[in-house]
Each structure stands twice: as structure tokens, then as C-alpha cells.
């Protein structure tokens, strides 16, 4: 059995790809599904602790990053709502990280980060164990369709060799009427 300290650390460390493989496992009866939302919400904020104190802390230290901070502060300026952005980079994956990283060097206040922090990483990470403990519950009935397994298969092999044969009909009655 995982110690819930292991996964708040796993989480920590790789993120959201891991909440899905945990949320994964809580449906075959190895981890309580509500005891993995609050280590995993507890985790991400860590993480964007982490990511919120180096934007404020090296950042702001940076003369080379200065004309990168402007032109980001000039993204938040234009949506208008730094929150807005910090929301979404949530759900956008890859933009997270960075996202924190900038609203740390830019003025938002940390008590108003660690608010919507939290009303970001609530949704999301409901989403990803939703899917990965709905994902686990079709586990458990797999076996039902293992005689598909075999002839899923063929029905896709079928279909693709007519596809290639009515492409490969309609490139040379296009190449003979070019001639």
C-alpha cells in the first residue's frame, strides 16, 4: 500500500498525470479517492507556492527577464483580470507553471493568489480524478469484452483496406485523366 506522504510527494513532483493514474487505482481498491483530492490540491499548491516565490524572488532580481516581465504584464493588462488568467492556465496544459511564474514577478498579491490558486486547482483536479476513476470502473469490466478484442481488429482492417482501395482507385482515375 502507498503512504499518502509518497503520493502528496509523486504529485508534487510530476503534477496531473499522476492524479489520473492514482485516481485510477482508488477504483480498484487501493487508495480513498477523497483522501487523494485533498493531497493532490495540497500538493499543486505547494508546487505553486514553489513557482509563485521564484517568480517573486528571481524575477524581479533579473535584468535580462525585465523585458520579458513587461511584455507578460502587458498580456495580464490587456485581459485585464490576472485571476482570469491564472484560472485558465489551469486548464491549458503547459501554461500553468509559467503562468505562476509571472503572476509572482508581476504585482499580484500572494493572499490573493493563494485565494484563486485554490478556486483554479478545485475544478481541475475533480476533472482529472473524475476521468481516471471512471476510467478505472471500465477496468473492472473488461473482461466482458475480450471476444471484441479479436474481432474489432478485423473489422478495422477491413474498413481501412477499402478506404486504401478507393483512395488509391480515385488518385489513378485522377492521374489518367490528367494525361
Not at 485510477?24 to 481498491?29: A, I, R
Not at 499543486?44 to 517573486?56: R, V, W
Request: some cysteine.
Amino acid at each position: 500500500m502507498i503512504s499518502y506522504l509518497t503520493l502528496f510527494f509523486i504529485i508534487l513532483f510530476t503534477g496531473d498525470e499522476t492524479m489520473f493514474l492514482f485516481s485510477f487505482l482508488s477504483t480498484q481498491g487501493y487508495l480513498n479517492i477523497f483522501a487523494l483530492f485533498f493531497i493532490a490540491i495540497l500538493s499543486n499548491l505547494c508546487s505553486d507556492f514553489f513557482f509563485f516565490f521564484f517568480g517573486d524572488r528571481v524575477l524581479r532580481k533579473w535584468k535580462r527577464i525585465n523585458k520579458y516581465k513587461k511584455r507578460t504584464e502587458n498580456i495580464f493588462k490587456k485581459t485585464k483580470n490576472q485571476k482570469l488568467a491564472l484560472f485558465l492556465s489551469k486548464f491549458i496544459y503547459g501554461t500553468r507553471s509559467l503562468t505562476v511564474i509571472f503572476l509572482g514577478g508581476s504585482s499580484m498579491k500572494f493572499l490573493t493568489f493563494i485565494i484563486w490558486d485554490i478556486i483554479a486547482l478545485i475544478p481541475i483536479t475533480i476533472a482529472i480524478l473524475f476521468f481516471g476513476w471512471f476510467a478505472g470502473q471500465g477496468a473492472n469490466y473488461l473482461h466482458l469484452y475480450k471476444p471484441l478484442l479479436v474481432i474489432f481488429p478485423l473489422i478495422i482492417l477491413i474498413i481501412f483496406r477499402k478506404w486504401v482501395s478507393k483512395f488509391v482507385q480515385s488518385f489513378l482515375h485522377t492521374k489518367k485523366q490528367k494525361e
